[in-house]
């Protein structure tokens, strides 16, 4: 663990996003079920970002939205509700290195900071070399019948569909992350705790594919819904305001760490009001406890929701930190 109680500079390099590594609207190969065609409209950040929908037919469990109007609502600034139908959001690099990222953006389960989180996200990784797939999943307060479960089935599901696609967009299998910002952080450690779990029946053949990721990155991540630090948009959305302690037990994801858990990178501020740095503190001892290789950064400031961080802010820090994380356990390759 490192605790950093001063300004730390990266580099510009390390947090600059590569000219060559915008997302260009692509020609999606014929053949694919999944491939979708709609996009959100233009002014969207999502909207000209190939679409790559997650399940063949309705998602497990049904309900959702009305499936006759829009895959998902978005706004102007990348705010994504409404989501009737779950799917990937393709960001590719102009020179792959051979791994892919897949990223869950926070709002507490109510709505989704694609603008403000993944596709940016996912921009500076397409820098790295890494293809990137920014996650759409369902929320649970929107009529889906497997409520709390629906989000984190549709991270398996991505998990396995980004190792059953890793041919055609040119990474290894084997190299398959997962980042998560806030409540996306508690749902990409879910999917990093519960891979092994029967949340769903198989769809198809990618279904085979093992759910869990080669590494995982959490980023101010919600991880208890405990008291003290229950205060969270994110346990009111998923075991309600007076859940029950086996409710409580099941979607705090720091009570069933696996010693098959990946190697975790976790990031915080010390002065994060929403999601406190003990989420970050309790991921760690409950990794430290199975013996996962694990890695902690803490920052004197940032608060939450710092993204990339603001320049020259101590939370800044994070992107190269994990960069060189990833590098040294040969995620990221050069």
């Given at each position: 663990?490192?605790?950093?109680?001063?300004?730390?500079?990266?580099?510009?390099?390390?947090?600059?996003?590569?000219?060559?590594?915008?997302a260009?609207?692509?020609?999606?190969?014929?053949g694919?079920?999944?491939?979708?065609?709609?996009?959100?409209?233009r002014?969207?950040?999502?909207?000209?970002?190939?679409?790559?929908?997650?399940?063949p037919?309705?998602?497990?469990?049904?309900?959702?939205?009305?499936?006759?109007?829009?895959?998902?609502d978005?706004?102007?600034?990348?705010?994504?509700?409404?989501?009737?139908?779950?799917?990937?959001?393709?960001?590719?690099p102009?020179?792959?290195?051979?791994?892919?990222?897949?990223?869950?953006?926070?709002?507490?389960?109510?709505?989704?900071d694609l603008?403000?989180?993944?596709?940016?996200?996912?921009?500076?990784?397409?820098?790295?070399?890494?293809?990137?797939?920014?996650?759409?999943?369902?929320?649970?307060?929107?009529?889906?019948?497997?409520?709390?479960?629906?989000?984190?089935?549709?991270?398996?599901?991505?998990?396995?569909?980004?190792?059953?696609?890793a041919?055609?967009?040119?990474?290894?299998p084997?190299?398959?992350?997962?980042?998560?910002?806030?409540?996306?952080?508690?749902?990409?450690?879910?999917?990093?705790?519960?891979?092994?779990?029967?949340?769903?029946?198989?769809?198809?053949e990618?279904?085979?594919?093992?759910?869990?990721?080669?590494?995982?990155?959490?980023?101010?991540?919600?991880?208890?819904?405990?008291p003290?630090?229950?205060?969270?948009?994110?346990?009111?959305?998923?075991?309600?305001?007076?859940?029950?302690?086996?409710?409580?037990?099941?979607y705090?994801?720091?009570?069933?760490?696996?010693p098959?858990?990946?190697?975790t990178?976790?990031?915080?501020?010390?002065?994060d009001?929403?999601?406190?740095?003990?989420?970050?503190?309790?991921?760690?001892?409950?990794?430290?406890?199975?013996?996962?290789?694990?890695e902690?950064?803490?920052?004197?400031?940032?608060?939450?929701?710092?993204?990339?961080?603001?320049?020259?802010?101590?939370?800044?820090?994070?992107?190269?930190?994990?960069?060189?994380?990833?590098?040294?356990?040969?995620?990221i390759?050069?």
């Open positions: 663990m490192v605790l950093h109680r001063r300004t730390l500079l990266t580099g510009a390099a390390a947090l600059a996003v590569a000219p060559e590594a915008v260009q609207p692509v020609v999606p190969p014929a694919d079920p999944l491939l979708g065609h709609d996009a959100p409209p002014t969207a950040p999502g909207s000209t970002l190939e679409v790559l929908r997650l399940w037919g309705k998602p497990p469990g049904g309900g959702g939205p009305n499936p006759e109007g829009p895959r998902f978005e706004s102007r600034e990348g705010v994504v509700t409404g989501v009737a139908e779950p799917c990937l959001l393709v960001m590719r102009a020179r792959p290195t051979g791994s892919a990222m897949v990223i869950a953006a926070g709002g507490g389960y109510r709505r989704i603008g403000h989180e993944a596709v940016p996200v996912g921009l500076w990784l397409n820098g790295l070399g890494v293809t990137a797939f920014a996650l759409v999943y369902r929320l649970p307060g929107e009529g889906w019948a497997a409520g709390a479960d629906a989000p984190i089935q549709d991270a398996m599901r991505a998990v396995r569909l980004a190792r059953a696609r041919r055609r967009y040119g990474y290894e084997n190299r398959i992350g997962v980042m998560g910002f806030s409540a996306g952080g508690h749902l990409m450690g879910s999917a990093s705790t519960r891979f092994a779990s029967p949340l769903y029946a198989a769809v198809d990618d279904d085979a594919l093992s759910a869990r990721p080669d590494v995982a990155a959490l980023i101010y991540p919600v991880i208890t819904l405990k003290p630090f229950d205060r969270t948009s994110s346990r009111r959305v998923l075991v309600g305001d007076s859940p029950t302690r086996v409710a409580t037990e099941t705090s994801v720091e009570t069933r760490v696996p098959e858990t990946p190697p990178f976790l990031a915080q501020a010390a002065d009001p929403i999601a406190v740095v003990e989420n970050s503190l309790l991921m760690f001892s409950a990794l430290r406890a199975v013996e996962v290789p694990v902690m950064h803490l920052f004197e400031r940032g608060g939450h929701g710092f993204n990339l961080g603001v320049p020259g802010s101590p939370a800044a820090a994070w992107p190269g930190l994990f960069a060189t994380w990833a590098r040294r356990r040969g995620f390759r050069a």
